[in-house]
């Protein structure tokens, strides 16, 4: 059974850099054909993706971040990352991990971990 596990700071104050950590369980994240996601929703907002690591490592981040997001990963602890530098109340959110998968029909994010609150506020 697959489980992703989010852990953070929780609470962060602007220009300081924040580091989001996905501990994933029952499946290792270089396995073919996997994708290694976050999204994150804001209070009151919809959800936003924001990039993706793929299981040989590529990565993938939302244009309206790019110029301060990455995401790296860690296979001996099979996990991987999300660095935001910068932050803003704006970045005021819930955070999540997601595997996501790629079938013909399209792209689906099936297995989420439950989210984890970061606030920003001097």
């Known amino acids: 059974q697959v489980q992703l596990q989010e852990s953070g700071p929780g609470l962060m104050k602007p220009l300081e850099t924040l580091s989001l950590t996905c501990t994933v369980s029952?499946?290792?994240?270089?396995?073919?054909?996997?994708?290694w996601s976050w999204i994150r929703q804001p209070p009151g907002k919809g959800l936003e993706w924001m990039g993706v690591i793929g299981y040989a490592g590529a990565t993938y981040s939302a244009p309206f971040l790019r110029s301060r997001s990455s995401i790296s990963r860690d296979t001996s602890k099979n996990r991987f990352t999300l660095t935001l530098n910068s932050v803003t109340p704006e970045d005021t959110a819930v955070y999540y991990c997601a595997r996501a998968t790629i079938k013909t029909s399209g792209r689906y994010l099936e297995v989420w971990g439950q989210g984890t609150l970061v606030s920003v506020s001097s």
């Open positions: 029952g499946a290792s994240i270089t396995t073919n054909y996997y994708y």
